[in-house]
């Protein structure tokens, strides 16, 4: 679907797999890796344009570059270089906005003083923090997304220091502690969370005793709903 999370997240994960690339393991625990200027210059770009298309994924990147910072361990200069070519694109951007917008402006602050200081987002609705996890159960279609929310907290558990997590850690939380919620807000956490799934079933449901029962379960109930997805029209109404 088209929307401004899934296009953040997809460019957003470029960037992270082009980083990723030139770290190799040994280097996590022996000395900062060096990333390639012109990987680091693409790098900084996509993020810049993963934070255009969807203000919210600032907290993505921050948490890259935390883990970028204390676990990756890439170079200082890397840093400065991906850093400075966001802030390079935010400046190129700037005209952009001022062509469309017809003043010079800087929209994202312009939305976090609507939205948060303001707190116009909550005339739209507020929810406790924890309903997330109510929505992603119920509109998630259970029995399916059950064992995606148990993957999700199994996964943090068993890895700790994996760039996902610290990708999403500080996206979840600050999106939990925000009153205004929608299932959507969290389309980019949503990618990751294929994932966490596809680490808990290779370390505990495939050796599980009744890991194959619940295998056939899900797959019988993901086909089956998968059909009645596919033949319903987009617009029920």
Same mark, same amino acid.
């Given at each position: 679907?088209?929307?401004?999370? *899934? ?15 030139? &770290? ?13 200027? +012109?990987?680091?210059?693409?790098? #900084?770009?996509?993020?810049?344009? @993963?934070?255009?298309?969807?203000? $919210?994924?600032?907290?993505? &990147?921050?948490?890259? #570059? ?29 005209? &952009?906005? $001022?062509?469309?917008? #017809? ?6 602050? *312009?939305?976090?003083? $609507? ?6 987002? +909550?005339?739209? #609705?507020? +929810? ?39 990708? $999403? ?28 799934? @596809? ?22 109930? *993901?086909? @089956?709903?998968?059909?009645?997805? &596919?033949?319903?029209?987009? *617009? +029920? @109404?």
């Amino acid at each position: 679907r088209s929307s401004s999370e *899934n296009w953040g997240m997809s460019i957003f994960l470029m960037a992270v797999s082009l980083i990723l690339i030139f &770290i190799p393991p040994k280097d996590l625990a022996k000395k900062r890796a060096n990333i390639p200027i +012109s990987i680091s210059l693409i790098s #900084g770009l996509l993020l810049g344009i @993963s934070f255009i298309c969807r203000f $919210q994924m600032g907290f993505m &990147i921050l948490g890259l #570059g935390f883990w970028l910072m204390f676990i990756g361990k890439i170079s200082f200069k890397s840093l400065f270089i991906i850093f400075h070519s966001m802030i390079l694109f935010f400046f190129l951007n700037s005209f &952009i906005d $001022q062509w469309g917008y #017809g003043e010079l402006t800087f929209p994202a602050w *312009n939305y976090f003083i $609507q939205n948060i200081v303001e707190d116009k987002a +909550s005339h739209f #609705g507020v +929810s406790p923090w924890w309903d997330y996890f109510r929505l992603g159960f119920l509109r998630g279609i259970p029995p399916i997304s059950l064992p995606y929310i148990v993957a999700i907290f199994y996964f943090i558990y068993k890895q700790p220091r994996h760039v996902f997590n610290w990708i $999403q850690a500080p996206f979840l939380i600050v999106h939990m502690i925000i009153g205004h919620k929608e299932l959507r807000f969290l389309f980019p956490s949503m990618v990751l969370a294929s994932y966490s799934m @596809s680490f808990f079933y290779l370390e505990y449901l495939k050796n599980w005793k009744y890991g194959k029962k619940l295998e056939r379960i899900v797959i019988i109930c *993901n086909l @089956s709903l998968l059909l009645v997805v &596919i033949c319903r029209p987009a *617009n +029920s @109404s």
